[in-house]
């Protein structure tokens, strides 16, 4: 008795297995490979600043041609223009700030822990507790600028990244056309 229902129970796993496979292979969606192409160059912060819920719906929205190039802040001019080379649009740079990386900071002799900043955080980047001084993980930190906009205190603001060995790099030469 026992055998009989391990054996049937064995043939049903293999049989709806195969069924499940054969589903799979023959009913795939084929997704628009452009929007994973997008996606792979935007910043993967996931911050919503574009007004969309992450990284992905940008990509979808920027595909579709119902966003602009300009709709990514963290990416700044550098992401803008290679968009638009991607998506074969002109770029208008002229609403573009390029503030470089950034972090959030807190400001401790102002912080009265009142919780606000890391409620709203996407990242998880701000740790403390209820009447506690606030911190900032640097490295989970997407400067968003969330945090910043909720703090009643004004104890949070964005810093830019101080240049270490870790963060510095060789600026490229700008190019001058002699007349």
Known sequence: ???????????LGTVLGLLLGLAARYLRVEGNPIIAEIEQM????QCGQCGYPGCTGAAQALADGSAPVTLCPPGGVALVQALADKLGVEADLSGVEDKGPQVAEVKEEICIGCTRCFKVCPTDAIMGAAQQIHVVFR?????????????PTEALSLQAVPVT????????????VAA
Do not use: F, R
């Not at 490295?139 to 906009?149: H, I, L, R, W």
């Not at 060995?165 to 001058?176: C, G, I, V």
């Open 1 to 11: 008795m026992l055998v009989a229902a391990i054996v049937s129970l064995t043939i």
């Open 165 to 176: 060995l870790q963060s510095w790099y060789w600026h490229k030469p700008k190019l001058e």
């Open 139 to 151: 490295e989970a930190c997407t400067a968003c600028s969330k945090c910043v906009d909720v703090c």
């Open 42 to 45: 935007l910043p993967g912060s």
